[in-house]
């Protein structure tokens, strides 16, 4: 029997993976990849969701998207790494057990790289993975379906940004309805 997961703001953190401005020219949809993820990070910050997101080499790659900056958690914890999964940096990993994150959201770029291999890290630490496909991308359209495929036949949940905030959050009776409504507008 298949065993249904679903989302729980209290054991889940948003990891936004390397969404750097050096992309902007060579992912046809970072523009809208980044106001999707500035969305949800809004999001997760009204259901008091952890946010922790990673910059791939930030010398050479620039920092995280302008349309994400504003909306970070203050101070924002921006995790640097060289690896390209973000499970191979010890303050990643700190993050998440200091948080007692049992689900992952997932959003950022190259879905077939640096996404792919931090979901497979992250699902073989038995973590509950859910990708928000509205909110991933690569240079290459097919670079990120396959990258999907892959992921989920690994395990890994698909989703989107306003299945997994609505999900979150569970009720219209919750405080955060109508400010979750509005933002996803």
Known sequence: MIQIKRLCREKAALVVIDMQEAFRT???????????IAKAVQGACL??????????????????????IPHLPKPPKIIEKLCFSSCRVEDFQSELISRNVKQIIVCGIEAHICVTQTVL??????LDVFLL???????KPESKEVALARLTQAGAIPSNLEMALFEM??????????????LIR
């Open 133 to 139: 496909v509205d909110c991933i991308t690569s240079r």
């Open 169 to 182: 959050m569970k009720t219209a009776e919750s405080a955060q309805f109508k400010a979750l409504q509005h």
């Open 121 to 126: 890290d992250l699902l073989s630490q038995d």
């Open 26 to 36: 060579v992912i046809p949809d970072f523009s809208a990849v980044s106001a999707r």
């Open 47 to 68: 259901l008091e969701v952890p946010v922790i997101v990673t910059e791939q080499y930030p010398r050479g790659l620039k920092r995280t998207a302008e349309e994400i």
